[in-house]
């Protein structure tokens, strides 16, 4: 009985020693692949937990995103307006100009910010 509690306390020692051998997740995952100049999203490190490897962010969403979603969806609106209204020229000439102002501020943030 006193030789299988022994191999039994072998046995657990040999799994403690392999348990700490392991990697964790910090080693695996490469923070440079992490793109931060996000036009969505800034992402900032705030600590990492010694014990399980696990990686504390703060997030701060940009209002970019949210301008863009706006924007799409007056656009869409608006779409719909003129198929209401098609004898309207003038409604036309403002959808013009509105499509105009999409595409500019688009381009701008694909330039600036590379989404």
Do not use: C
Not at 61 to 69: E, H, R, S
Not at 72 to 90: F, G, H, R, T
């Amino acid at each position: 009985m006193i030789v299988i509690l022994q191999e039994e306390k072998e046995q657990v020692s040999n799994l403690k020693v392999q348990h700490t051998n392991t990697m964790k997740i910090q080693d695996i995952l490469k923070e440079q692949d992490w793109k931060q100049d996000d036009p969505d999203f800034k992402s900032k490190k705030t600590g990492v937990d010694p014990v399980t490897g696990t990686i504390s962010w703060d997030i701060e969403y940009t209002p970019l995103k949210g301008v863009d979603d706006a924007i799409e969806d007056a656009y869409q609106d608006y779409k719909a307006v003129l198929k209401k209204y098609p004898e309207d020229q003038k409604l036309e000439q403002l959808f013009n100009i509105f499509s105009s102002f999409k595409k500019a501020y688009r381009t701008h943030v694909n330039r600036k910010y590379g989404k």
